[in-house]
């Protein structure tokens, strides 16, 4: 590693180290058994570009010995200033970890920097963006500790997510005088309960926005984040001026948490990266460091997107991290470098949008920003239906994709009840104009009752959606997708799917799918709960199902596969390189009996075809950087890997 490099600003920044302890009032060994030895050997291993160590987590002790605020009395050395000595010395940036909304030692000490919940109770844990906790502990603790350790800038955690509605006298004062309204409400169901959560996620942004502005003013190059914001947490266009974008995904289950982060964050446009967990756990057991191979599979799906990668790991409470640990750190790193220049910054090349509906989110819940829970189920089922038919596909919101509409061949639609006007006239408009659209659940439908092509009910069925017990059909087989169906007889449409009542296909046939014309496009619907029941049930049949109504709408996707349904594909450019990533997610650890993973079947061959107006100067495969052989002809070029393990990507040029 060179020593005299400069850190590079986390734009730049590939691969990243994050460590974090969460001080508390019991710790009796913090930093004790640190050394710049011990941080010098990882580093020399693992060749991070930053490192996030702890700096005050969510029981708000500091493991700094700061004057501002609550130190842990368990300090025994400053493990900051020694991570700090020696980043510098190996030119890698030194960010903290720190807990903003959430500090639970602040409210204990400070009853009134608590956010009041419905019934008039101080929060034991979340501070009141009304309150004074931002201007009193956190502005001037972030300005000590980055001037005490010249950091290069915060990662702010508990934040978004853990922000809760406030009922404390400032909040509801504040919501009084910017709106006139005095009977504030406590429930869903009250006058104005949605402009009252609308008003403290404004509230929100602008106590993000109030550090953010400080800290940059205060430190020149300090960069900053908070956690989870502007990812489908916080699905919103970015007006707050955070640097980057991050978040932890889901430390089970993980490979299908980043599918989803992954492909939203990167429509953002912001620099970003995702962090996986380097552990895991079983059903009451302890947590577990994941091995290698499963956090490469991990890492595949964030590289695939155009994103940084880091990886989370707690150290002793003493600050030790031992060898065996930074083989591990070292070998995902070494995987992450091999494709980085092919992976890191790149572009998507549009094929099949995936709507992120916000508006439908938003008017449902009750929280102020996720996670979400089941009202994401529809948008990972489609998603995940998607990527095991092979479609390269992108997730963005409605401002998002407002903007890009006429980039897309394809856009779909999950289960929802309620998009903004402007953009349901824009997506009438882009169909009208050639563009394909897809539209799924029986609430989602009645949005486009005038261009489906069909009557709502049927002799046998009402005109209202019914909960009903339906199997679907594809490939001469059925599967349950159960739910709550939109009876509808086709008018000026054709039916592409049907479905009955029981495993006896001679009897109680339905239409299931239709596809329209609708000025120079098409408008394909689904009229059952599909994305819903695909998140919970993953049903080959299901899948088989969509695609057979995917295939009206897009019938010459740029790249066609030949392969099982576990490989994901992803569409990037880079320059004049066209890049085709594609990820092995056999094997991907689900279920949490099986935490920890240490076998992915390879996928032997993969057959691809790319349709390419001209023959390719010379393909490619990384990272073994080795030409590959390759057929092309009338416009189609074609290409078999005889193996693929993890991740590779073949390029184009």
Known sequence: MNQNKKPLSRKDAFFGLHFDLHPNKNDTQLGEHLTEEMVARLLEQVCPDYVQYDCKGHAGYTGYPTRIGWPSPGIKKDSLAIWRKVTRQYGVGLFIHYSG?????????????????????????????????????????????????????????????????????????????????????????????????????????????????????????????????????APEAVTVPIDFISGDFSPGASVNSARMEARYIQSTGMPWNLMAWGFNQGDNCAWTLKSALQLKQEASVVLSQGGGFQIYYNPTRAGWIDDWMIQIMAEVANFCRERQAVSHKTESVPQVALLLPSASIYDKTDRLFGPWGALLNPVHGVLHALLELHYSVDVLAEHQLIKKLAEYPVVVLPECHLLPEDFLSALLDYVRNGGQLLVIGADTVK??????????????????????????????????????????TPTTSETAGKRYSTHDTRREISCAATVNRCGKGQVAAIYGPLGNVHQRSHYPVVRKFLGKVMQRLFPEPLVTVNSPSCLDVSLRRSGDKLLLHLSNMAGMQVASQYAVIDFIPSIIPVELTVRLAEKPKEVTLVPEDQKIAYDWSDGKLKIVLPELNIHNVVVIQ
């Open 101 to 233: 909304v959430w500090d639970s030692v602040a409210v204990e000490h400070h009853p009134e920097w608590a956010r009041i919940d419905a019934e008039g109770n101080p929060d034991k844990n979340a501070t009141s963006t009304f309150g004074p906790y931002c201007e009193e502990l956190l502005i001037p603790q972030l300005k000590e500790v980055a001037e005490a350790y010249d950091l290069n800038g915060v990662w702010v955690d508990g934040d978004c997510w853990a922000v809760q509605v406030d009922f404390s006298p400032a909040a509801k004062e504040a919501f009084t005088r910017a709106t006139g309204i005095k009977d504030i409400p406590t429930r869903r169901g009250e006058p104005h309960w949605a402009e009252f959560l609308e008003f403290q996620r404004h509230r929100f942004k602008d106590y993000v926005r109030k550090y953010a502005d400080v800290l940059h003013a205060h430190k020149s190059g300090f960069e900053i984040t908070s956690n989870w914001m502007y990812s489908t947490l």
């Open 447 to 488: 949005l486009f009752k005038d261009e489906l092509g069909v009557t709502f009910g049927c002799e046998e069925r009402s005109n209202q959606p019914t909960e009903t017990t339906t199997y679907v059909e594809a490939d001469g087989a059925l599967a349950w997708l159960g739910g709550v169906w939109q009876a509808v």
